[in-house]
């Protein structure tokens, strides 16, 4: 083919992505009928499909090539809902209780189909102008649900990860004490190996992922033990700050968590607030999971404080139930973020007065988040949201009190949404402490979780609480009832029943 043909060619171009408006309409309809279909029926589903990676490998024929040729897309839906629908972990069913992931909010996924469909790149404002504005208006009504301050900086990101990244980085720029940005932590000569961080020994992960990533090193985080709360405990935080400051160390951020990961505890935030103040240090709050109840009634006093911290990290795919990914951060000084961040690079032709949010965080092109955040937090109001949160809470009281007045169960802890406890054989009870049984009594949880994983009525997680292995409920989900709830100590108790025979068979073989 000449060039001449190839651009004649072009002018009748079928590019083999293109849909026309009618199919789309065709094909976007069954969609979305099967999708309704679907959850009609989720609550009579098993909530994991209980198959093996192999089994799940087989049904997508994960050896086949990639295709040479397209294929028509209505089929292609249809074979991926099919596969979606048979194999997949159901947040959204009423009995799905395990990690903090919540149950989706329906209009976020209607929301995140229009967001898709406008592409819009909230990276620079030109390129998203009402996008933008959204996303600023959801950050606003964010920081008023939670009680932040309303002039905070902020910007939704993929997860809680991400969000607590963002107040980390904002605070090593600004409490360095040199130049960071440019000169890196090198540039710090010997003060960079002495900056330290400051959390509770119960501190979600993400704090060594971003101690590693960003230079410091996991050695720089100062782990401070905790309270029979499970709180930072305040002494602990002052003591060792101290101490590093008379060894030459250069403190500069305190983190803490409202909310933990394992039980749900709140860190002493207004006294860690005010140490913070009075030491300069940057005060940061991992709220990823709690945050959103600051201000519930009902929820632990502390998260009242969450107001005081320079920088909160928030997760809307938690409990705002926005489907995943939407993380959230805020930052009370708004110029902090762009003292994290900012660069103007020539090749962009954007306004530097406009709200361009890639000077505000770690990506570039970004997509339309905010918009599902913004549809649910319009859908339910904030009295829709705290009725909900309020909700998960007092299902998970309701539990810890059913397997407290239940005999083969020892209700370890309750905070928030999270209940955790373990199966105790009424024969083991009168032993419990004593290391034989501890230690039995560990195995014989950890073989129950993956017995109650595999029955697929219920998904719980686990934690370990002073060193015992504890099953977790967390509710996090506005589809669970309380009968959901008062079913799970019969069914618990009756799969704990046939792991301790399975375990005494094992033993007496
Ligand atoms: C979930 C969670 C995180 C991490 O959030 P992702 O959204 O999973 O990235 C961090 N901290 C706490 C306390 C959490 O519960």
């Excluded at 009402?130 to 997860?159: D, H």
């Excluded at 000169?183 to 509770?200: D, F, H, I, T, V």
């Excluded at 709220?287 to 502390?302: H, K, L, M, N, T």
């Amino acid at each position: 083919m000449t060039d001449a043909s190839k651009l004649e060619a072009l002018r009748e171009r079928e590019a083999p992505l293109e849909m026309t408006p009618e199919r789309f309409r065709e094909i976007g309809r069954a969609l979305v009928d099967r999708i309704a279909d679907r959850m009609a029926s989720l609550a009579q589903q098993r909530v994991l499909p209980g198959e093996s990676p192999e089994q799940v490998r087989s049904a997508l024929e994960a050896r086949r090539g990639l295709p040479e040729a397209g294929a028509e897309p209505e089929g292609l839906l249809r074979e991926a809902a099919d596969l979606l629908f048979a194999h997949s972990a159901f947040n959204g069913h009423p009995r799905f209780l395990g990690y903090i992931t919540s149950s989706p909010a329906p209009v976020g996924a209607l929301g995140d189909l229009l967001a898709a469909s406008i592409n819009a790149n909230v990276g620079a404002w030109k390129l998203a102008p009402m996008a933008s504005e959204i996303e600023a208006q959801t950050i606003r009504w964010i920081a008023e649900f939670i009680g932040y301050p309303a002039g905070c900086g902020g910007l939704l990101v993929s997860g809680g990860n991400m969000a607590n990244f963002v107040g980390f980085l904002a605070a090593r720029a600004a409490r360095a004490g040199w130049d960071i940005r440019r000169s890196g932590l090198a540039g710090g000569g010997k003060e960079a190996r002495r900056l330290l961080c400051y959390c509770s020994a119960e501190t979600h992960t993400w704090v060594q992922k971003a101690a590693d990533l960003f230079g410091l090193g996991t050695d720089s985080i100062r782990w401070i033990e905790v309270d029979s709360r499970r709180a930072m405990s305040l002494d602990a935080l002052r003591r060792q700050v101290e101490e590093d400051e008379r060894q030459g160390g250069r403190p500069f951020l305190v983190i803490g968590t409202a909310g933990s990961v394992s039980t749900g505890a709140v860190d002493p935030l207004g006294g860690m607030a005010a140490f913070c103040r009075e030491r300069g240090l940057w005060f940061h709050v991992d709220g990823a999971y709690g945050g959103f109840a600051a201000r519930v009634s009902g929820a632990p006093a502390e998260l009242g404080a969450l107001g005081e911290a320079d920088s909160v990290a928030v997760d809307p795919h938690k409990w705002l139930y926005a489907p995943l990914e939407a993380g959230c951060a805020l930052v009370r000084d708004p110029a902090r973020l762009t003292g994290a961040f900012s660069y103007r690079p020539p090749y962009y032709n954007f306004d530097t007065e406009a709200l361009n949010y890639f000077e505000l965080g770690p990506q570039n092109s970004r997509g339309f988040r905010a918009l599902k955040v913004w549809l649910g937090l319009r859908q339910a109001g904030r009295a829709g949201y705290e009725k909900m949160i309020a909700g998960d809470c007092a299902l998970a009281a309701h539990l810890f009190r059913l397997l407290e007045a239940h005999p083969e169960f020892e209700a370890l802890t309750t905070s928030l949404s999270i209940t955790t406890f373990r199966y105790v054989p009424e024969a083991w009870r009168r032993s419990i402490g004593s290391p034989d049984t501890e230690e039995r009594l560990n195995r014989l949880n950890q073989e129950l979780l993956n017995r109650i994983e595999a029955g697929g009525e219920v998904f719980l997680s686990n934690a370990l609480v002073d060193g015992r292995y504890a099953l977790r409920a967390c509710v996090v989900n506005f589809r669970t009832a309380p009968g959901d709830i008062e079913a799970l100590p019969g069914l618990i108790a009756g799969l704990g029943r046939e792991t301790l025979s399975a375990m005494e068979d094992r033993a007496g073989a």
